[in-house]
């Protein structure tokens, strides 16, 4: 089963920003849709962004113009550049890919997730 590790999180001042990274555990032959959710407390979880195969992207109307999803396919690695971020952005962020793994077998996985605080 491909894990996933996301990293980069921490505390920023409102109007700065962060790289979050999402590392696969090895390589992911194909996959169908990746996708970064966040979920702060009292709240349920939401979709932030996300690209499908065919490399469209999609992002929540709350942080468009400010983050931009993107991949690294050398290094299966996801990343979620946020700028300009806002105190209501804090929350933790999790990636989620759909996809087929490295012996084409399909996978489903989540990553445990890494905490944005932004705070002055």
């Known amino acids: 089963q491909v894990q996933l590790v996301e990293s980069g999180g921490g505390l920023v001042r409102p109007g700065g920003s962060l790289r979050l990274s999402c590392a696969a555990s090895e390589r992911i032959f194909s996959f169908d849709a990746i996708r970064w959710y966040r979920q702060a407390p009292g709240k349920q979880r939401e979709l932030v962004a996300g690209i499908i195969s065919g490399g469209s992207t999609n992002y929540a109307d709350f942080v468009k113009g400010r983050f931009t999803i993107s991949r690294d396919n050398a290094k299966n690695t996801v990343y979620l550049q946020m700028n300009s971020l806002k105190p209501e952005d804090t929350a933790v962020y999790y990636c989620?890919?759909?996809?087929?793994?490295?012996?084409?077998?399909?996978?489903?996985?989540w990553g445990r997730g890494t905490q944005v605080t932004v705070s002055s």
């Open positions: 989620y890919v759909n996809g087929r793994d490295s012996r084409n077998s399909p996978f489903q996985s």
